[in-house]
């Protein structure tokens, strides 16, 4: 069973950058299609980006783009979240995902779920 751990949340001011990763054990993710997705308290789930498989293709949500850039190391078998310019907004739980579907944000299409990484955006 694919288990995804994801890490490198924390408290930051406005402004400011966190790079999060999202990594795997016991199976390897360089067949599988990553997603970040992210839920504020008492919101909807939404989709960041994702990465295929080679790290060759990304999709981002439109408003998304400029500040999330996604990556990923096979090597290291991680994928990444570089989060810039945060905005107290920004403030939920993010979540990677994987899937051997398609290279897209529709959350239903994805299988396996990390148990998510708390990111707070505040002065």
């Known amino acids: 069973q694919l288990q995804l751990v994801e890490s490198g949340g924390g408290l930051v001011q406005p402004g400011g950058s966190l790079r999060l990763s999202c990594a795997a054990s016991?199976?390897?993710?360089?067949?599988?299609?990553i997603g970040w997705f992210r839920q504020a308290p008492g919101k909807e789930r939404e989709g960041i980006s994702c990465?295929?498989?080679?790290?060759?293709?990304?999709t981002y949500a439109d408003s998304m783009k400029g500040r999330f850039t996604i990556s990923r190391d096979n090597a290291k078998n991680t994928v990444y979240l570089q989060m810039n310019s945060l905005k107290p907004e920004d403030t939920a739980t993010y979540y990677c995902?994987?899937?051997?579907?398609?290279?897209?944000?529709?959350?239903?299409?994805?299988?396996?779920w990390g148990q998510g990484t708390e990111v707070t955006v505040s002065s």
């Open positions: 995902a994987a899937t051997r579907r398609a290279v897209s944000l529709r959350a239903e299409w994805y299988d396996n």
């Open positions: 016991c199976f390897t993710l360089d067949y599988m299609i």
């Open positions: 990465i295929s498989s080679g790290g060759l293709r990304t």
